[in-house]
């Protein structure tokens, strides 16, 4: 796996170049020392992976993240100082096409610094590397609810299109939404705060045994797949382990078509991989409405393209032609009649 490394500091670089060195199969492509040299040198030496900074002179990571997927799209993982002090900045690279942050390794720590930052690399190698291990599909099981139901799943870029699909959306919708989007547990909470902030529906990480509710989003936060269960509440399972998508929204997917006995709407947005395209072709045998995210819209159309080729997906729109059409199809709450005098 080739590595390309996006810092301005010295020791940042000679750190990320020992963690490399752990692994026999990590080869390090290229160093940039901004942003901007980056985005060239990654249009004539395309690596498998950058590792990219947010701050840096010229040109920051979340411009240089977003030039690259325009120009010349590859995976790229964030590695910055501290995660946790940059929120906003992540989030806004996630949204530009990166696939996950971490922290800088602490240098002089030894080889277990690097433990996190190699942990990552190892998951997007399995995540960019050809991958067809689909769920199996449930069998029907007597349940449902009241409420129409709304399954999202999402990736690299997820964070702007989740977005761009919830702030249409009235603050008292009709239906339960739950959202699958590839991300860290240590970034899901924020990344619910920062939705929350972009639309007027409430919006919160799940919990154990949470029941779906109208006009709340639920959003996956840990590293185990979000799932339904036969009294429809959410759960989380390590199974499948192997899986290189935590939480998976082909888990997810699975999991609503065989416990939500109303047929919902479910949509697929940007991302990196297959993750979601044969769940989303589950829902729809099981009578959903499907959607995918189309090509123009998407920082990396990849896990919709999937979706697409597989016949999974009914329409291809994009994310605000989403939320009209969840508006459409599922309405908005009537407004009861004032009682006559």
Known sequence: MRIAIVNDLAIAVE???RALAQAADLQLAWIARNGEEAVHLCARDRPDLILMDLFMPVMDGVEATRRIMRESPCA??????????????????????????????????????????????????????????????????????????????????????????????PHDFPA??????????????????????SCSLEVR???????????????????????????RRLAYAPEPLDYPYRPSANVFFESAAKYWRSPGIAALLTGMGRDG??????????????????????????????????????????PPQMAEELRVRIGTPRIPALPRR
């Open 205 to 231: 990480a799940a919990r154990e045994g949470d029941r779906p509710q109208a006009g709340c989003v639920l959003l996956a936060a840990t590293n185990d797949h979000m799932v339904l269960t036969p009294t």
């Open 76 to 169: 790229i993982l964030v590695v910055t100082a501290d995660v946790t002090d940059s929120v906003a900045k992540v989030f806004e690279a996630m949204g530009a096409g990166a696939l996950d942050a971490v922290n800088t390794p602490i240098h002089g720590e030894g080889g277990a610094a690097a433990s996190p930052l190699l942990a990552k690399i190892e998951t997007i190698h399995k995540l960019i590397a050809p991958h067809s291990a689909p769920m199996p599909p449930g069998e029907g099981v007597e349940a449902g609810d009241d409420i129409p139901l709304v399954a999202i799943g999402a990736s690299t870029g997820g964070p702007a299109a989740l977005a761009a699909l919830l702030a249409p959306l």
């Open 277 to 318: 395209a044969t769940g989303l072709l589950t829902l729809r045998r099981a009578g959903w409405r499907t959607f995918s995210q189309n090509r123009e819209s998407c920082a990396v159309y990849g896990m919709p393209k999937a979706a697409e080729e597989l016949g999974a997906a009914e329409r291809v729109l994009t």
């Open 15 to 17: 750190v990320l170049r």
């Open 176 to 197: 339960a939404l739950l959202v699958v989007q590839h991300v860290d547990v240590q970034f899901a909470g924020g990344l619910a705060n920062w939705l929350g902030q």
